[in-house]
């Protein structure tokens, strides 16, 4: 479940106009509303974490943020407040931001510069919110993050999802190309059916065709007859993790399977149709093993119809602080599951300052480093709300 930020807008003026909230929706769990009258309804229902005021530039505009900003009150739980106007004087935005005002934006502004702007408010209203966080339900809600690389990543994947072809996912260790594999397969038609996850490296050349393809009783010494991968991933996905590990015989054999779309088990005399589709993904160059001679050039083009480069964590910071949310609860959630006692569990937050030094981290290890990290700190102390001293980063 993703975590939206909740953005109110509320457009003064008309200044902000109705296409643009409309684009934001997929970003943010979006508000409308229309005049500051109504703001007290809004932060009563929807707790909003940010508010956009679209502003003239005139003496309505601090009339207006003035307004805005006494509702929302000062405490340290009260949404940011960006203001956005097409008349942005430099003596204007210096008396908005005087009077408490987050940001300033110059109107017009592309979506994605919003986004920006929301995104560098984040740390400072996250550690606020003591709300349960509003998420996005359904497979895409599980790729946490508002960079471009995973707002392009969520696109990409419902792309995969209508395809039936092979799609390959490169990332260092921890970027989410299980979870990428994961939501493809349940974003597809082959949802009803198996997602079968095989780690390459782990077979070795003795196994593999058996793994694979499986086997009929007496095909070779104590042999019984069994179903191979491929044949108990049949109207599903097999995702073949660490592909860049498989020896070149077992890139032999795969090759002939995906060409023959049937396979044939060790020992038996006839193959057997097999319908799968198949998310391969690796840490390693790949097209660095063809040119070594460690990867087959065929089955690189075969597995290849679709590749994704999933950004590592450091090239993505803006990521960290809705990425770090979700990992808190998540670790919430199975505790809960755990100790069976809601209360025994305690929901931790992270604060501004710990944030900030969360984003500092260069993360070799993604986004599963950050959940280990963060599992450490909760246990190494007692506060509710870690603070920067309080993360245990691994040794
Ligand atoms: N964008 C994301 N939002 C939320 N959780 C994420 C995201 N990316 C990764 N994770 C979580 O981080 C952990 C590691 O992800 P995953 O296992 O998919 O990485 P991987 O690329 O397959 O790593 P490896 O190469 O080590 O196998 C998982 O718990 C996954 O749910
Ligand atoms: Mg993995």
Known sequence: MRYLPKVAICDTGDVIGTKLPYLLEEYFSVIPFAEPPSLPAVLQKSSPDIILIGVPGDALAIAVTSAVLSECGTHSGSPRVIAMSPALVPDLVVKLMRMG???CVFLPVTPEQVVKRVQAALPAVLPTRSTPSRSEAGPLGTIVGLSEAS???????QRYAVSDSPVLFLGESGTGKDLSARVVH?????????????????IPDSLAESELFGSERGAYTDAVSRPGLFETADHGTLFLDEIGE???????????VLEESAVRRVGATRSRAVDVRIIAATNRDLAAEVQAGRFRNDLYHRLTVFVHRIK???ERVEDIPLIAEHLLQTLYDTAVTRTRDRHAARRRYLSEEALRFLMKQSWPGNVREIMNVLERSIQHSDNVKLQASDIRLLP
Do not use: I
């Open 101 to 103: 005002v987050h940001d």
């Open 151 to 157: 707002v392009e990543l969520r696109r990409v994947l």
């Open 186 to 202: 349940e974003l597809s038609y082959r949802s009803a059916g198996p997602f079968r996850a095989q780690n390459c490296g782990a």
């Open 246 to 256: 498989m020896s070149l015989f077992a890139q032999a054999k795969l090759l002939r």
């Open 312 to 314: 590592p964590l450091r």
